[in-house]
């Protein structure tokens, strides 16, 4: 990449592994997957960590292998994927489990009945700013597919500094509203968003992969699942929001609980807890730490899907070039760009700027048994900083860690995902669905593994 040079990394290329399918219980799931932030949460994040990027940097320059030295440069390219690749990003909205998840063993069945979640009481200094979309929005999944993902805009009308240190996404639709996205836009980047929706028609615009706005400095907010509530951390802590920003819902539509069939619609609202406040709050940032997905068709599947090339080309037609590169990306990321068929991958993330973590999150879809960040695994100094050994999407919880950890040059993350093509025939969402060989993608019946780590710099 032209701004490899530029680049201090924090990444180095991984191992991946794969050994024997681990078991677990049938654990109730969602019909969704979520989708990735936009590119510039992942610069924004770079940018703080002392690994800045030019303006004008695009997708297709991030995918554009021949102008990244593959040796001498190697953990350069490395970061400059991650910060296209790794825009996936969730946060500070947990998601809890309905009442019956206790008890209930059954693949999960739908999202009409989510309920309303109630926000955490407002504390010194907070206040709450409701939003709702200018307008309903009625969804169609293009190209064949069953999702759609459409940017909306809304303008919270900000005039004065201040930090977002909560957000609760409210679904006015939970049957057709499978996750949320929301994103403060900086003012820079106003104009072309209010452009962007201006020559689409109806509310918003198709935004697979990111929101399309280029690079330019943003502030993650928040991410909902099926019964999301609010996460507020303890700390003095927030993310940052300059006068002027625009928030963005990314919506994610998926119309298999209609059958394909259009005409629901959706006009959703999502309430942020603001404060202004002090010297001392540390801004936050997310880092997304990201893992192949490299999941063939269980015994006795089969299919046209069951090829990885065609499973791989399927994503590409149903989200585009910049999703259905990101099998590859995290190839080339995480190991020798050579795809290793396995329920279990990981993917290790050498540090060389110092942070300090505050809470973690991990993230997969239906098919995900498991998730695990750890720091330093395998020497003296190792710590578990997320552990989840019975994935289920219905609660996927931004989980605080007991004390902050600091992270510091020279250390390891490592991301490691299992999952299981056996489920599903056992999930009602997907048992109708052709078999597939699993990449990453944006969709129902493909798959994501992230840990998410809350941080802020660190002296």
Same mark, same amino acid.
């Given at each position: 990449m032209s701004t490899a040079r530029q680049l201090d990394a924090i990444a180095e290329p991984a191992?991946?592994?794969?050994?024997?399918?681990?078991k677990g219980r049938v654990v109730r799931r969602a019909f969704t997957s979520l989708a990735t932030l936009p590119l510039a949460v992942a610069a924004q994040f770079f940018a703080g960590m002392g690994v800045p990027m030019k303006p004008g940097i695009s997708w297709k320059h991030c995918q554009t292998r021949k102008v990244i030295m593959r040796k001498r440069m190697k953990h350069r390219r490395m970061i400059a994927l991650a910060a296209c690749s790794a825009a996936m990003a969730m946060g500070l909205t947990a998601c809890a489990p309905d009442s019956a998840d206790s008890e209930a063993d059954?693949?999960? #069945?739908?999202?009409g009945t989510s309920s309303p979640a109630a926000s955490q009481p407002l504390r010194t200094?907070?206040?709450?700013?409701?939003?709702?979309?200018?307008?309903?929005?009625?969804?169609?999944?293009?190209?064949g597919g069953t999702d759609d993902y459409r940017c909306l805009l809304i303008d919270p009308h900000v005039t004065k500094p201040m930090f977002l240190t909560g957000a609760l996404f409210q679904p006015q639709n939970a049957k057709i509203v499978h996750h949320a996205v929301v994103q403060v836009v900086a003012p820079e980047a106003a104009t072309r968003a209010h452009a962007k929706d201006a020559e689409t028609p109806g509310p918003g615009w198709t935004c697979f992969g990111d929101t399309g706005l280029g690079q330019v400095s943003g502030t993650y907010a928040s991410a909902w699942t099926p019964n999301g509530t609010e996460t507020v951390l303890k700390q003095d802590v927030g993310f940052p929001i300059k006068p002027g920003s625009l928030i963005v819902v990314q919506a994610h539509y998926n119309l298999l609980a209609t059958d394909g069939r259009t005409g629901e619609t959706d006009q959703s609202?999502?309430?942020?807890?603001?404060?202004?406040? #002090?010297?001392?709050?540390?801004?936050?940032?997310?880092?997304?730490?990201?893992?192949?997905?490299?999941?063939?068709?269980?015994?006795?599947?089969s299919g046209v899907l069951c090829d990885r090339a065609a499973s791989v080309a399927?994503?590409?037609?149903r989200f585009g070039d910049r999703v259905g590169g990101i099998a590859q990306q995290l190839l080339e990321l995480c190991g020798n760009g050579k795809p290793v068929p396995g329920n279990t991958q990981h993917c290790d993330?050498?540090?060389?700027?110092?942070?300090?973590?505050?809470?973690?999150?991990?993230?997969?879809?239906?098919l995900g048994r498991s998730i695990k960040v750890e720091l330093n695994p395998g020497t003296a100094r190792a710590q578990t900083l997320l552990d989840v050994p019975d994935f289920d999407f219905d609660n996927q919880k931004t989980r605080p860690l007991p004390t902050p950890v600091d992270v510091k040059p020279g250390d390891t993350l490592r991301v490691t995902c299992t999952h299981d093509a056996t489920l599903r025939q056992q999930l009602p969402a997907l048992s109708k669905l052709p078999p597939r060989y699993v990449v990453?993608?944006?969709?129902?019946?493909?798959?994501?593994?992230?840990g998410f780590m809350i941080t802020s710099a660190a002296e």
């Open positions: 191992q991946v592994v794969n050994p024997d399918n681990l059954a693949p999960h #069945t739908g999202h200094g907070e206040r709450f700013l409701d939003l709702t979309m200018p307008e309903s929005y009625t969804p169609s999944a293009p190209n609202s999502v309430r942020l807890r603001l404060t202004d406040g #002090t010297a001392a709050t540390q801004p936050l940032r997310t880092l997304p730490l990201q893992a192949p997905i490299e999941l063939p068709c269980a015994s006795g599947e399927d994503v590409t037609k993330y050498p540090i060389r700027q110092p942070m300090t973590v505050y809470a973690a999150l991990g993230h997969m879809h239906m990453w993608g944006d969709g129902s019946s493909d798959e994501m593994c992230t």
